[in-house]
């Protein structure tokens, strides 16, 4: 009887699983159906989503599997059984299940948003490309009315959405727009270490986005926010940024989360004490240089997703497998139309910034991300090897 490899999520790490294991597939000559399932029909570079035009972000996700032969099923996975072997999903109104022989979850990470009242009817997000259109179409209307974002949540997405948003409010007829960057820690940007923060402030300068540190949201409203305290901000638009969570599901496993609900897994992406079940992107965590965990990223969610899809075959046709091990580590942020910054290492240390790291930004976000959309079969499967690419080209 032919076996099931069941990847769940078309995502960074869902895509290139099921495409590495049709490569593999294909290299050991085995009688395995490869299936994505997925509640969208579209491979989302969700990385883009805080930029103004995301005509070019979606690419349909037949359009890279069927030619290689990976079968796709549309619907909303609702419970895996581990036990059983079967995951449950919602399509069509109707529930229905599937086996699987090897399982890869790749069902992603979630905005985090706590229970702040009003957020959830007056908030807006980039957490998805739905999230970020409603957003950028808000923007659109708003030329007659009101000029003030409030950016809430200094992390990476939180600064890249800040920073791209004077030039989209400009765009959209407000000539002078307030865009404000509010968060917990006293300063934006702190994570990013020494050498980046003073980068990120003097761009946030330049461009006229205000920093205000050490916030804390009370309450959302259609005019703005309270703060813990009871100051208000006066905006017409709240973008919430604060953190991700791996996605609920992880829960279906029995096995020990990490504090951002992620999975634990090991070098070759299977879940630490499961027999039959892989896991990848920002749902799975494991020390991706041998030391420091991995990052919620495309940078390792893409990697992770090509191993994991080789090593399920690999593991169903008891051959050895390959654990990955990712050496280097970098940081791009987009900061508008200031540039961008480039850091390397884990102590990030910088490496270019303004127009040439800019030139870096764009060159992974058009192009280093995406996959082969000629639907040339060998290209893909080509790409789909498990392989770690060489950092981002450095310009300047
Ligand atoms: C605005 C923004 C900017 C970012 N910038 C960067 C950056 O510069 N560099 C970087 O490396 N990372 C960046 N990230 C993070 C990056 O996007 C994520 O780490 C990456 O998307 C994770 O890939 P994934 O495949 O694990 O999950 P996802 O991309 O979240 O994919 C999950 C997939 O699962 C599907 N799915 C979810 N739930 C279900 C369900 N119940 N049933 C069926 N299907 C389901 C989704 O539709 C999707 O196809 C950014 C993220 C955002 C939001």
Redesign the pocket.
Known sequence: MTSRILV???????LWSALAAARAREMLGADIEVTL????PW??I??R??EADLSDTRVALDSVLAPVGVQRLE???TGIDVARRIVT?EAARASQEIGYDRLVF????RLARPPIPGLSRHGFD??TYEAAMRLNAHIAKLSTGGSTVLVVGGG??GI??AAEMPAKLRAAGIAAPRVILADHAPRIGSDMGDEAVPVIEEALQALGVERRGGVSVAAVDARGATLQGGERIEAETVVWCAGMRA?P?TAAFPVERDRLDRLPVDATLKIRGLDAEFA????ATFPIDGIHGCV????H?RPM?RFAGHNAVCDLLHRPMLPLSIAWYTT?LDLGTWGALYTEGWERKLVSRGANAKQTKELINRERIYPPRSGDRQAILDAAAPTVQTPPVKFG
């Open positions: 769940l999520g078309g995502g960074f790490a869902g399932l997925s509640d969208t491979h989302s969700r990385v989503n805080y619907g909303t996975v999903h790749a069902l992603g990470s980039v957490d990476l997405t890249e959405a996605h599901l990848a992107g920002d749902a919620m990223s495309c940078q969610g997703g791009i």
